[in-house]
């Protein structure tokens, strides 16, 4: 990033380090244009059974008992890069309605749910482990993806970054998404600050509120 780019988004980085800050960007993309990224020689992409999940649950791999609920209740798929027996990371995708805690920043407040038409997955929870990094496994994941969502009538994809997330970012339009949206939640005490992309959007998207906005919202 250039650097008068990244001056410009100083004040952001610090006001994260002090309150509640939350700039995301919404990426969408048709199946059928995304890039293709084929998987690295030796390893394998492969969508995860709940059995499969759990011979890597552990903190390691960001993984708990709570991603099993989501396959086992059909909320999500997950597809992961194996290094034979080895993980090397996974992606998630839900479909239809989807709850805040699988979109958020990690405090409580910026959790941010999302209403996903039929056709629309949710790309969210995506983690390449540090040994496998720079070998572009989140493309060779949203490639091998790309080939079997149609089989569950998904045809297009969503994302969210965060602003400042440099290597997200690049990933994301190396593979063909573009931006769609935009959304902010600034919290400083009593004082907040809040906007959400125009309803609806790629197709039919739309979001709820964030978790911590204390400002009524008319229905659509």
């Not at 059928?32 to 390893?43: I, K, M, V, Y």
């Not at 993806?145 to 994302?159: C, D, F, M, S, T």
């Not at 969210?160 to 063909?176: H, I, K, Y």
């Not at 949206?181 to 906007?195: D, E, Y």
Request: proline share 7%; charged share 20%; hydrophobic share 40%.
């Amino acid at each position: 990033m250039p650097l008068l780019a990244r001056l410009k988004q100083l004040p952001y980085r610090v006001m994260r380090r002090i309150a509640i800050a939350n700039r995301t960007l919404f990426f969408g993309c048709d199946l059928a244009s995304l890039s293709h990224f084929p998987c690295p020689e030796g390893l394998t992409v492969v969508q995860w059974t709940e059995d499969d999940l759990r011979q890597h649950l552990g903190e390691e791999n960001y993984l708990d008992e709570g991603h099993a609920v989501w396959l086992r209740d059909d909320q999500a798929v997950c597809f992961a890069v194996m290094d034979g027996e080895r993980l090397a990371g996974f992606a998630w995708i839900a479909h239809g309605d989807v709850p805040g805690e699988m979109n958020h920043d990690g405090h409580p407040d910026t959790q941010l749910p999302l209403f996903l038409p039929d056709d629309t997955g949710f790309v969210f929870h995506v983690f390449i482990l540090p040994s496998y990094r720079g070998r572009r496994l989140y493309a060779a994941l949203m490639s091998s993806a790309a080939h079997q969502l149609p089989n569950r009538g998904i045809e297009k994809l969503v994302l969210t970054t965060e602003c400042t997330n440099r290597s997200a970012l690049r990933s994301v339009g190396r593979m063909g998404f573009r931006q769609v949206g935009r959304a902010w939640l600034i919290k400083v005490g009593p004082l907040c600050s809040v906007g959400y992309p125009e309803q609806p959007f790629l197709g039919g998207v739309r979001t709820g509120t964030y978790v911590g906005d204390p400002h009524e919202r008319p229905n659509d």
